[in-house]
């Protein structure tokens, strides 16, 4: 029983022991260092196995930034969660090539910060990375970049050029909130989920292209995009959840394509100026009956289409039915014809004008010749 025990102890032991030098070994194998300018220190740990390096922490005043090459051979992989947040000085920064992951709160409130080129072989973009970057004018984002994180561009309220390159699938939670000065916005194809408050607040956004890719449009989405006047929601979208233009107050007309089957409760609440609501497909169904609180819209559909009847109340609007085109040229009205014996449509003398003036030359003719023979 003993020699057992003793067997136990020390099978134990050697474990302990070869569980500690692997801990040892793997911790020898995460090496760290600095990076160090006129102006700045910036430290990094490796990563990928001692092949690439993260970013974990600056500190510096420079105003120009060069990340753009290799530190002892590896590249600039990760910038880690937090690594220039609020930095004041830092108004342009250059990234490696080879930057993939760009960390949460990364650039948060680098309100100095003017011009950042993210890499096409970027990945991923953080939660909040740029919020509150309120001097940053345009950015694009690469297609690797699958989804764009909650606010990582809120409050750019300097944000007037937004390029989002095909390959995006997800704008994500308040991604583009605030982002007051933002006019106009296409979406490519790959996009099929617009996120809760995704672009609320772009008060000044006029120019709006869903792309034909979207499936969902979510809560409160285009909430307070007050100079939004008409808007195609294209056929590929199913689903528009509460409130998803809400506060829209010079929105005039919103066109739904023929996919559309639900509507959340309050989807065009607060559009004052709403008129038209036109719908290419069937009724969806809606969430709480109610679509809008402005009742002088009038709700436009395609004869045929289902859930609709012409000159009743759909959701306590007015329905107009349209039978394909709504103003449809009128058709031409022929010249009327031309009188008989006339020519291209003059009036012209009739047969018996002629038979007329033929009766009054002969009386003339014989009453000359009746003098002359007297």
Not at 31 to 60: E, Q, V
Not at 275 to 282: A, L, Q, R, V
Not at 326 to 351: F, H, K, L
């Amino acid at each position: 029983m003993a020699k057992n025990k003793v067997m136990a102890l020390t099978i134990s032991f050697l474990m302990l022991f070869a569980f500690g030098a692997v801990l040892i070994g793997g911790a020898e194998n995460v090496s760290a260092g600095t990076i160090s300018g006129t102006d700045y220190t910036i430290d990094y740990i490796d990563i990928d196995g001692g092949t690439a390096i993260r970013l974990t922490n600056y500190l510096g005043s420079a105003v120009i930034l060069d990340l753009s090459s290799d530190v002892d051979g590896k590249p600039i992989k990760e910038l880690g969660n937090g690594l220039f947040q609020g930095n004041d000085y830092l108004t342009e920064i250059i990234l490696h090539p080879d930057l993939e992951k760009i960390g949460d709160n990364a650039f948060a409130a680098c309100v100095s910060l003017e011009e950042v080129v993210l890499p096409n072989g970027l990945t991923h973009i953080g939660t909040s990375a740029f919020d509150g970057c309120s001097s940053l004018t345009a950015i694009e984002i690469p297609g690797g970049v699958e989804k764009i994180g909650e606010g990582a561009f809120r409050n750019c309220g300097a944000l007037t050029d937004i390029t989002i390159q095909d390959g995006v699938e997800e704008i994500g939670v308040a991604a583009f909130r605030n982002c007051a000065a933002l006019e106009t916005i296409a979406l490519p194809d790959s996009v099929t989920d617009i996120r809760l408050n995704a672009f609320a607040g772009c008060a000044q956004l006029s120019d709006l292209d869903l792309g034909e890719g979207v499936v969902n449009i979510r809560s409160n989405a285009f909430e307070g995009c007050v100079a939004l006047v008409e808007v195609t929601i294209p056929d590929s979208v199913q689903n528009i959840e509460n409130k998803a233009f809400d506060g829209c107050t010079a929105l005039e007309t919103i066109k739904f394509g023929t996919g559309v089957t639900t509507l959340g409760q309050n989807v065009l609440i607060g559009c004052t100026s709403l008129e038209f609501i036109d719908f290419d497909g069937d009724a969806p169904t809606v969430l709480n009956d109610v679509v809008t609180d402005n009742l002088d819209a009038v709700v436009r559909y395609y004869a045929g289409a289902t859930g609709f009847t012409d000159g009743e109340k759909w959701m306590g609007l007015t329905t107009q039915a349209m039978g394909g085109d709504p103003d449809p040229d009128p058709e031409p009205v022929p010249d009327p014809e031309p009188p008989a014996g006339s020519d291209d449509g003059d009036q012209g003398i009739g047969m018996d004008m002629y038979v007329y003036a033929a009766v009054v030359i002969a009386i003339l003719v014989g009453i000359v010749l009746y003098f002359r023979r007297s």
